[in-house]
């Protein structure tokens, strides 16, 4: 037991205050970063929705796991998690860690519910010569992923528990490092992160707090919100249906009043094919696109039979699935 007892017990105190603000993790404001609806259906959706972990998401759990003890014997030989019966009692045992200058804590929560704020990082790491509560040291904030390229939701997850360390230690080192499947190192300052930070999480608790429900893009949410999410945009016959269109895209349309795949079928090619990063062509392909999906068939983007020119070798095409169409299209 850290010898001020009596101050680190009214440093957990004052951490445990609950707020007004919504719960928030950090693994709901990196989803924030890639997939808001995501983070409303942790919230609102039916549980019954949620998709159980497959094979794939087993194997990805297990060699991230792997990864993550391998990193940790290179950088802090025989450091584990320490087990704790309630995430409360893992909080005070991290900040007993934290007081008595231990070189690295791994597994334990972090909490400031004052703000709301709850996370458990990867690795937090000593750092001589910078002054905080726990005295003339202090903790940084280094994440392990298994994925070799790093995307915005890393940064943010990672951004978020340094920032939320903060609190807690009453300083903010400088960065934070991420260490990717390759075992490179790569450190990113909070203050290029910050902004990003700010959106994530004022984005996460506009969707906690129901004032905020993100529309549901198909193809655009992880598990296990998946095949939940595609249901919800096909209802809504969203533009994430049409073939190639992505998130600029779909924009694009949405600023020029169309919204559904009923907007893009009774669209004018001119005007549609007027739009930024568009095109004539593109235009064509994506009302026809849509009116097949309204229909549930196939339709023509050239009038008549597609011509074919006389060639010395024939090759069979067999469309799997599409019913034969007329001469009319």
Same mark, same amino acid.
């Given at each position: 037991?850290?010898?001020?007892?009596?101050?680190?017990? +009214?440093?957990?105190?004052?951490?445990?205050?609950? +707020?007004?603000?919504?719960?928030?993790?950090?693994?709901?404001?990196?989803?924030?970063?890639?997939?808001?609806?995501?983070?409303?259906?942790?919230?609102?959706?039916?549980?019954?929705?949620?998709?159980?972990?497959?094979?794939?998401?087993?194997?990805?759990?297990?060699?991230?796991?792997?990864?993550?003890?391998?990193?940790?014997?290179?950088?802090?030989?025989?450091?584990?998690?320490?087990?704790?019966?309630?995430?409360?009692?893992?909080?005070?045992?991290?900040?007993?860690?934290?007081?008595?200058?231990?070189?690295?804590?791994?597994?334990?929560?972090?909490?400031?519910?004052?703000?709301?704020?709850? +996370?458990?990082?990867?690795?937090?790491?000593?750092?001589?010569?910078?002054?905080?509560?726990?005295?003339?040291?202090?903790?940084?904030?280094?994440?392990?992923?298994?994925?070799?390229?790093?995307?915005?939701?890393?940064?943010?997850?990672?951004?978020?528990?340094?920032?939320?360390?903060?609190?807690?230690?009453?300083?903010?080192?400088?960065?934070?490092?991420?260490?990717?499947?390759?075992?490179?190192?790569?450190?990113?300052?909070?203050?290029?992160?910050?902004?990003?930070?700010?959106?994530?999480?004022? +984005?996460?608790?506009?969707?906690?707090?129901?004032?905020?429900?993100?529309?549901?893009?198909?193809?655009?949410?992880?598990?296990?919100?998946?095949?939940?999410?595609?249901?919800?945009?096909?209802?809504?016959?969203?533009?994430?249906?049409?073939?190639?269109?992505?998130?600029?895209?779909?924009?694009?349309?949405?600023?020029?009043?169309?919204?559904?795949?009923?907007?893009?079928?009774?669209?004018?090619?001119?005007?549609?094919?007027?739009?930024?990063?568009?095109?004539?062509?593109?235009?064509?392909?994506?009302?026809?696109?849509?009116?097949?999906?309204?229909?549930?068939?196939?339709?023509?983007?050239?009038?008549?039979?597609?011509?074919?020119?006389?060639?010395?070798?024939?090759?069979?095409?067999?469309?799997?699935?599409?019913?034969?169409?007329?001469?009319?299209?």
């Amino acid at each position: 037991m850290w010898k001020g007892g009596a101050d680190l017990t +009214g440093l957990l105190r004052a951490c445990l205050v609950e +707020g007004a603000s919504p719960r928030v993790t950090a693994s709901l404001v990196a989803l924030h970063a890639t997939a808001p609806y995501a983070v409303w259906c942790e919230a609102f959706a039916p549980p019954e929705a949620r998709e159980p972990a497959g094979r794939y998401q087993v194997l990805l759990a297990e060699r991230g796991k792997a990864h993550e003890t391998r990193i940790l014997a290179a950088r802090h030989p025989g450091l584990a998690p320490p087990p704790f019966p309630t995430e409360e009692a893992g909080f005070r045992l991290a900040l007993e860690q934290m007081a008595a200058g231990a070189p690295a804590l791994t597994g334990l929560p972090l909490l400031f519910l004052p703000e709301g704020l709850a +996370g458990r990082p990867d690795l937090l790491e000593r750092v001589e010569g910078i002054a905080s509560r726990f005295g003339r040291h202090a903790y940084r904030v280094v994440e392990i992923k298994s994925a070799r390229h790093l995307d915005s939701a890393d940064l943010v997850q990672a951004a978020f528990y340094s920032a939320l360390l903060a609190k807690i230690q009453g300083i903010e080192p400088p960065s934070v490092t991420l260490i990717n499947r390759d075992g490179q190192a790569f450190e990113h300052p909070m203050e290029a992160l910050r902004p990003h930070l700010q959106e994530a999480l004022e +984005g996460t608790r506009a969707i906690l707090a129901g004032q905020v429900v993100p529309e549901p893009i198909h193809g655009g949410c992880p598990w296990p919100w998946t095949a939940f999410a595609n249901r919800q945009a096909e209802a809504r016959r969203d533009l994430s249906l049409l073939p190639g269109v992505g998130r600029a895209t779909r924009e694009t349309l949405r600023a020029a009043g169309l919204r559904t795949l009923g907007d893009v079928a009774a669209a004018e090619v001119t005007a549609l094919g007027g739009l930024p990063r568009m095109g004539i062509g593109k235009a064509r392909a994506l009302r026809a696109a849509a009116a097949a999906l309204l229909a549930g068939r196939p339709v023509r983007i050239i009038p008549g039979r597609v011509p074919l020119p006389a060639a010395p070798v024939e090759i069979f095409v067999d469309l799997e699935g599409a019913e034969a169409a007329d001469d009319s299209g």
